[in-house]
RNA sequence: GUCCCCAUCGUCCAGAGGCCUAGGAUUCAGCCCUUUCAAGGCUGAGACACGGGUUCGAAUCCCGUUGGGGACGCCA
């Protein structure tokens, strides 16, 4: 082929991706040219000849077939289902509220023009003059799990980068535990990591209340509603009865479809049942035919076959409603525009639809996110399973780092919540929440091949659902651990001291308030210390550079294998002779020193090094040794050796 | 079992028909530097699940297979 052809060839193949749907960010003036749609009716028919349309049918009868369907399940969409012959986006008509959401026929990553930067100026509040709302909907477990907080994230950005709002609900319909103590470390959860909320518990807000158990009154509308349309009924089959139908259609090998042979849709038919002694929940009517597509955010057009669809209890004979009757309510009443979920609720879609649209209401626009998983493998995490995740060997090295922390603080938090997989476990042994939160962002998320960190600044302003991958990302512990670590080393060296200070009051290393030339040590500390600080909590390493020269403790092993070999409390005796007399008393100095003094004995300097930085420090690492003898002074240096010559003395007396 | 979703280095991502001899990060290994431990520098290992099709050309589009996951509650 000539370089002419494929020149042309890309140049037609350009032309028509031109004509594509337009992408999310430039909503408002993407009316130009018919919406191409890549996986439409067509694929579809391709994709589920089984369930779509009898097997053996002619694509033009299937064709006819799912235009049905449609008309079955999806009322005023469909004439432009026929026409067009694609699948249209129930989310959002084009130019409703926020005009965001389209269907785009194709939600797969669009490429940028002209760079990786997007322009503001395409936010969805712009367009529709309706403000983008999302939410997170906790339940209040006692925790904050490192894949809610995920989510949580994701809806946060997507509000901020379009002006919007971001609403926390609580999800509190099982009111078992005590709900405020449950909720408080979610809530400190999310101020630490910055995650602010526009409405919710402790904000308050134009739509309270924000905690589920709280809206009943709501609920139960919204019931009686569903009821008088018809959308819903009255049943009174047993759960014995329903279990026995379910089985019957699990020995078919049939998904289960509820007979409602105990349905009631008038008053005669409920008092029949009622005067048999049966109880009635509310179940959804939900269509037995049809489809119910809509266009998920991330995933693109999905579709479910109505008949496949339960007739869901909403609403138990107690009077209390169930979650997706909550839901559905609780995100119109908060006139929430984008739901930005875990894919888990990807099939609870169908259903919630239904109730929206039953109610009148408009349907938000969806966004089904990947689940985070477990390390090392592709299953979602599991809150039941933290402690067993902490036998993998990254996680097990995380863990243990911060363990080595508190016990060094001589703290001991609770296990439950001592967990890598807890947004808790980081804030107590001092990570940096900007570090979380950029691991967290490219888990599911990039914006290009190589930008790796951002700002909560840039992040927001970069922050697409179409750039949200579509499959799991499974938790990475040390790549968390690297990301903390760059964002220790950027940290100017005053936040980085004040990062470290809490953790020196937490063990008793410096009082609650410490003075001016306290805080002058920590600061040559943590500068000589540098990378090796990569959690604030390693500060605790060091803490012998703020002990008493009698007290700080000797590292047996080290002291023995550096102190008590030959000769070396001699050597150590001559040399401590020489630190007597050095002017000044700085790194640059002694590192003379030393080196004078090596040659003058002919030895090597690994045979005085480790022995004086075992006398000095207590410990056989550390950062350099000048750095940190210049740190102590020579006063301290001086008796420290004394200190450690006079243990030497001891412990050979005690051997003779 | 039924429905839905997913599939690029061990892990996280890039890739939207030719810029791919597949890029970045992390991890791992080796070397250099070095008073220890880190850091840093350099080098290396490491992936398009498989099979068909469309095309001059496929990681990329289509179909199928396989594999993985999720949902099928009077849980949230």
New binding site residues.
């Given amino acids: 082929?000539t370089l002419q052809?494929?020149v042309e060839?890309?140049q037609h193949?350009?032309l028509r991706?031109r004509h594509?749907p337009a992408?999310v960010r430039r909503v408002g003036r993407h009316d130009d040219g018919p919406p191409v749609p890549?996986?439409g009716l067509d694929?579809l028919l391709?994709?589920?000849?089984?369930?779509?349309a009898a097997p053996g049918m002619e694509r033009q009868d299937q064709r006819s077939r799912i235009a049905s369907l449609q008309v079955a399940g999806d009322g005023d969409r469909v004439e432009h289902l026929a026409v067009s012959g694609h699948v249209d986006c129930l989310c959002r008509d084009a130019g409703s509220r926020a005009g965001l959401g389209k269907c785009r026929g194709?939600h797969?990553?669009?490429?940028?023009d002209g760079g990786k930067l997007h322009s503001r100026d395409d936010s969805a509040s712009g367009s529709g003059g309706v403000t983008v709302r999302t939410r997170f909907?906790?339940?209040p477990t006692g925790y904050l799990h490192i894949g809610g907080v995920r989510t949580a994230l994701f809806n946060w950005l997507f509000a901020r980068r379009h002006g919007g709002r971001f609403i926390l609900r609580i999800?509190?319909?099982?009111q078992r535990r005590n709900v405020r103590e449950a909720l408080q470390p979610i809530l400190d959860g999310f101020r630490w990591l910055g995650l602010d909320w526009d409405e919710g518990p402790e904000v308050g807000g134009p739509h309270a209340p924000y905690f589920?158990s709280g809206r009943q009154a709501r609920h139960q509308e919204a019931v009686e509603r569903l009821l008088a349309g018809g959308h819903a009924y009255r049943?009174?089959?047993?759960?014995d009865?329903?279990q026995a139908e379910?089985e019957a259609?699990?020995r078919?090998?049939?998904?289960?479809i509820y007979s409602r042979r105990w349905m009631a849709e008038t008053p005669a038919e409920a008092a029949a049942f009622e005067s048999q002694g049966r109880?009635a929940?509310v179940?959804l009517k939900m269509p037995r035919e049809g489809v119910c597509a809509f266009d998920?955010q991330v995933?693109?057009?999905?579709?479910?076959?109505w008949a496949?669809e339960?007739d869901?209890?909403v609403?138990?004979?107690?009077g209390?409603?169930?979650?997706?009757l909550?839901?559905a309510v609780d995100d119109h009443d908060f006139e929430i525009t984008h739901v930005i979920r875990?894919?888990?609720?990807?099939?609870?879609t169908p259903r919630q639809i239904f109730i929206t649209r039953a109610l009148g209401y408009d349907a938000p626009a969806y966004a089904?996110l990947?689940?985070v998983?477990e390390?090392?493998?592709?299953?979602?995490l599991?809150k039941r399973k933290l402690n067993a995740y902490l036998q993998h060997p990254?996680f097990r090295k995380l863990h243990e780092h911060g363990a080595a922390i508190m016990s060094a603080l001589g703290e001991s938090p609770p296990p439950q919540s001592f967990n890598p997989l807890v947004v808790e476990f980081y804030r107590t042994v001092g990570y940096r929440p900007e570090a979380l939160l950029n691991?967290l962002l490219?888990?599911?998320?990039?914006?290009?091949?190589?930008t790796?960190m951002f700002t909560t600044a840039e992040m927001i302003a970069q922050f697409t659902l179409?750039?949200?991958?579509?499959?799991?990302?499974?938790?990475?512990a040390?790549?968390l651990?690297?990301?903390e670590?760059?964002y220790m080393?950027r940290l100017p060296a005053e936040a980085r001291v004040a990062a470290v200070v809490p953790f020196l009051q937490r063990c008793g290393a410096l009082p609650p308030s410490p003075t001016a030339s306290d805080l002058g040590r920590v600061s040559r500390v943590v500068a000589a210390a540098?990378?090796?600080i990569?959690v604030a909590g390693d500060i605790v390493n060091y803490t012998d550079f703020f002990q008493s020269d009698r007290a700080f403790p000797y590292d047996e092993k080290a002291f023995r294998k550096r102190l008590r070999a030959d000769g070396a409390a001699a050597r150590l005796e001559r040399f401590r002779a020489a630190l007597e007399t050095v002017e000044p008393y700085d790194?640059e100095t002694l590192?003379g020193v030393?080196h004078r003094f090596v040659e003058a004995e002919a030895i090597p300097?690994?045979r005085i090094?480790?022995a004086?930085?075992v006398a000095v420090t207590g410990?056989?690492?550390?950062?350099?040794?000048?750095?940190g003898m210049e740190i102590l002074g020579r006063a301290a240096c001086l008796a420290r050796i004394d200190r450690a010559l006079e243990e030497l003395e001891r412990s050979a007396a005690e051997r003779v």
């Avoid at 995933?299 to 076959?305: D, I, K, L, S």
């Avoid at 875990?342 to 609870?348: G, Y």
């Fill in positions: 082929m052809q494929v060839e890309k193949r350009l991706r594509r992408p890549q996986r694929n391709e994709e589920r000849p089984a369930t779509a194709r797969r990553k669009q490429r940028q909907a906790p339940s999800d509190d319909t099982d589920q049943d009174y089959a047993t759960a009865e329903i379910r259609a699990q078919r090998k049939q998904r289960f109880r929940v179940r998920d995933r693109g057009p999905v579709a479910f076959e496949l339960q869901h209890v609403q138990r004979a107690d209390s409603c169930l979650y997706h909550a839901s875990a894919v888990e609720h990807l099939s609870n089904h990947p689940y998983a390390p090392g493998s592709a299953e979602k599991s990254d691991y490219l888990l599911g998320w990039s914006l290009d091949d190589r790796e179409d750039r949200v991958n579509r499959s799991a990302a499974s938790f990475d040390l790549k651990l690297a990301f670590e760059r080393q540098g990378e090796r990569r790194a590192n030393m300097i690994g090094v480790h004086v930085r410990k056989a690492v550390g950062f350099g040794l000048f750095e």
